[in-house]
């Protein structure tokens, strides 16, 4: 083989196939041949026109990343300690290296937004630098993870960026522990690994909001230790402080993607609880009740990646076993279908039974998990 085939986007909502020559690798490089690419809430964002990533164009989406290491070399094999044909997970970023933010360790939050996923232009050669495709080039920054045989691709797709991002969110950033109150607005994959990590911190009351077509997710979710569901709606305030005596929540998170849903998550936060602020959205402003957070010294912080602590910890929780992450990926796509598994991620409030829309760059054919009961 010596040239390898990509989803690549060319316009708003247009993917063209594309064929890239296979890339020379070094000692300090590697090539993965790529197993499954989850799709996120924010490649919607980005197939729609409504990021940055519009200015990259052409571009490879994906950054949910899996698969096998097919060529690599001798200093990347001992600095990721990985070897040919091992099963891997990549982060969504790398970063420059270089740049004040990488200097001080974030380099998630890279200046120069070194990373996966249309953050660099196809265009711009090894031309690999998104996982809608057959492989993806490994610079010698990529940070890469072996997991093993013992995980299958269904849940090492969800580990790098999902369960690493909802980790770092509800525990490092939130703070979430023992005997705690996480209130998840957005029962979508980011919220159930939101809902996972507050299990796993701890949490004694766990409460998921979401909306009337989310039935296969709030099922997912009680099963990943949701205590609690509450259907959005004018009362959602109202309800929490009723199963908290009052007291509201210690940690409130929204994955919504919503511009009205905020301003509700906002407000059933504890005195000096945490509202943490995760879903992208393609409204240009979104109001939040400032007189409240500030009377009730809320401490609010925007989030939207995972880094490295985080990742350690969501490998580990998936080979703990504890909880069935396989569950979560409910469609598989192949390469030339990409653009429908964006539309069934965008619709996906109305479609019941979509938890999690995977890419499968050697499968020809659309896949269905039958949709619990």
């Not at 045989?149 to 969110?169: F, H, S, T």
Request: proline share 5%; aromatic share 6%; hydrophobic share 45%.
């Amino acid at each position: 083989m010596t040239t390898t085939t990509s989803a690549v986007l060319v316009a708003p909502e247009t993917f063209e196939l594309r064929d890239f020559p296979i890339p020379s690798i070094g000692e300090n490089d590697g090539l993965l041949r790529m197993e499954l690419s989850g799709v996120c809430g924010s490649d919607v964002l980005h197939w729609g026109g409504h990021s940055a990533v519009s200015r990259n164009l052409p571009a490879i989406l994906g950054h949910e990343i899996v698969g096998r290491i097919e060529q690599v070399g001798l200093n990347a094999a001992r600095r990721w300690g990985v070897a040919v044909d091992d099963r891997v997970i990549v982060e969504a970023s790398f970063g420059c290296g270089l740049c004040d933010v990488c200097l001080r360790g974030s380099y998630q939050m890279c200046a120069q937004g070194q990373g996966y996923g249309g953050r660099i232009s196809a265009g711009v050669t090894p031309h690999l630098w998104g996982a809608y495709g057959q492989h993806l080039y490994l610079p010698s920054r990529a940070r890469v993870h072996r997991v093993g045989d013992a995980i299958p691709p269904e849940v090492g797709v969800v580990i790098g960026a999902v369960l690493a991002n909802g980790v770092r969110w509800v525990q490092t950033i939130g703070g979430a522990g023992i005997g705690d109150t996480v209130v998840v607005f957005g029962p979508g994959p980011q919220g159930l690994a939101a809902v996972i990590a507050a299990h796993a911190a701890g949490a004694e009351r766990i409460v998921v909001v979401g909306l009337s077509g989310d039935r296969a997710r709030m099922a997912f979710a009680r099963d990943c230790g949701a205590t609690q569901m509450l259907s959005f709606d004018e009362h959602t305030t109202e309800a929490i402080a009723d199963l908290t005596g009052g007291r509201l929540a210690d940690v409130v998170i929204d994955v919504t993607g919503s511009a009205t849903s905020p301003a509700v998550a906002a407000e059933a936060v504890r005195p000096l609880g945490a509202f943490v602020m995760a879903g992208s959205t393609a409204a240009g402003r979104v109001e939040l009740p400032w007189n409240e957070l500030v009377r009730k010294e809320v401490r609010a912080q925007g989030v939207n990646s995972h880094d490295q602590a985080a990742v350690h910890a969501a490998v580990a929780l998936a080979r703990s076993g504890r909880y069935p992450l396989e569950r979560m990926v409910t469609h598989h796509f192949p390469l030339e279908a990409a653009g429908d598994a964006l539309r069934l991620v965008r619709d996906a409030a109305d479609s019941n039974g979509v938890i999690k829309a995977v890419i499968d760059p050697f499968d020809q054919f659309v896949r269905q998990r039958a949709a619990p009961s």
